[in-house]
């Protein structure tokens, strides 16, 4: 019993948690704007520096940073620590639970409707809580692709396929216990922020998606987000 409460707790509390969208807070408070009311309407990142510049970008990206990381520490303490129960000989995996929940909460958070970002940057914190290697190597993949391309949503959809592959051989190689169990969790995390890049995949197939930085956007394109 105990074992079920410690998950419900940590899947409710990571989802609330992740449905206190950063970026339509952030540009509230600074610039009194709803983010969804222009650019591309997404709630994300990308769609805060393009339309508001780097300072309300920064601060979501802290605040997303802060959320993601919180959500991973504070169910680990609760659940390993105070209650003393772990999965499957695992402390990774409440770490899982709580960044899948809290990613599923950024992406359809209940407090706006069930829309917000794409999950990209939630699901590269959570990961740096729960495993930092994994995460350097993903982030390394985004940059690199990104880089080479500048199609952010190319970055992230490679970045994404790499974090499971990523998982596998990193806690192999550690002797980490239940290493496909997590490689398991973390193909979820990969099959959503590529299902929430259907649009891009569609309009990169096109030829008409738009690179990183580029200025020839109007208020009704959909774009990649980093949220």
Not at 97 to 119: D, E, Q, R, S, W
Not at 184 to 195: D, K, L, N
């Amino acid at each position: 019993m105990k074992e079920v409460l410690c998950i419900v707790f940590s899947i409710i509390f990571s989802y609330l948690l992740g449905s206190i969208n950063s970026a339509i807070t952030v540009c509230r408070i600074w610039k009194h704007k709803d983010i969804r009311d222009y650019g591309s309407n997404n709630a994300g990142l990308t769609n805060v520096l393009r339309v508001f510049g780097k300072g309300p970008a920064l601060a979501t990206l802290l605040c997303d940073l802060a959320k993601g990381v919180l959500a991973v520490v504070i169910c680990r303490i609760v659940v390993t620590h105070v209650f003393d129960v772990v999965y499957f000989d695992n402390k990774l995996f409440i770490g899982y639970i709580a960044g899948l929940a809290v990613m599923i909460g950024h992406i359809f958070p209940i407090f706006y409707g069930f829309h917000g970002g794409k999950g990209v940057l939630i699901t590269a914190t959570t990961l740096l809580a729960i495993d930092p290697l994994t995460c350097l190597l993903s982030v390394s993949v985004f940059a690199l692709v990104l880089f080479l391309t500048k199609y952010v949503s190319v970055g992230s959809i490679c970045a994404a396929i790499a974090y499971p592959i990523f998982t596998v051989i990193t806690q192999s190689l550690r002797d980490i216990d239940a290493c496909w169990i997590n490689a398991g969790m973390a193909c979820i995390f990969s099959v959503m922020i590529v299902f929430m890049h259907r649009s891009n995949i569609k309009r990169l197939l096109n030829g008409t998606e738009n690179k990183f930085g580029s200025k020839n956007k109007t208020n009704t394109e959909e774009e990649t987000e980093n949220g």
